[in-house]
Nanobody, 115 residues
Framework: QVQLVESGGGLVQPGGSLRLSCAAS????????MGWYRQAPGKQRELVARITSGGITNYIDSVKGRFTISSDNAKNTVYLQMNSLKTEDTAVYYCNVDAVIGRYWGKGTLVTVSS
């Protein structure tokens, strides 16, 4: 069965950096894309960044220039490098995988940006 494991969340000061990782395991075939979503308290879950198997990326406007998504297809792993973090980035971040056999979600990792 497919499982996604996220890591790298934590507490960081405004202006700091964090790097999130998500490793997918199990019977995954033909992954089309991997991405990161986030959900802040009282807010809707939103797409933060996405990368296709071919390396095409897209970002929500609020993180452009600050966040970078990357992947290692051989390891079925996706990363999110977050720089110049703001308090508004505080949220639970969820890894997502879109594959031919289905769509899968991680349990989430908490990112807290605070002084």
């Amino acid at each position: 069965q497919v499982q996604l494991v996220e890591s790298g969340g934590g507490l960081v000061q405004p202006g700091g950096s964090l790097r999130l990782s998500c490793a997918a395991s199990g019977s995954i075939f033909s992954i089309a894309a991997m991405g990161w979503y986030r959900q802040a308290p009282g807010k809707q879950r939103e797409l933060v960044a996405r990368i296709t198997s071919g390396g095409i990326t897209n970002y929500i406007d609020s993180v452009k220039g600050r966040f970078t998504i990357s992947s290692d297809n051989a390891k079925n792993t996706v990363y999110l490098q977050m720089n110049s973090l703001k308090t508004e980035d505080t949220a639970v971040y969820y890894c997502n995988v879109d594959a031919v056999i289905g769509r899968y979600w991680g349990k989430g990792t908490l990112v807290t940006v605070s002084s």
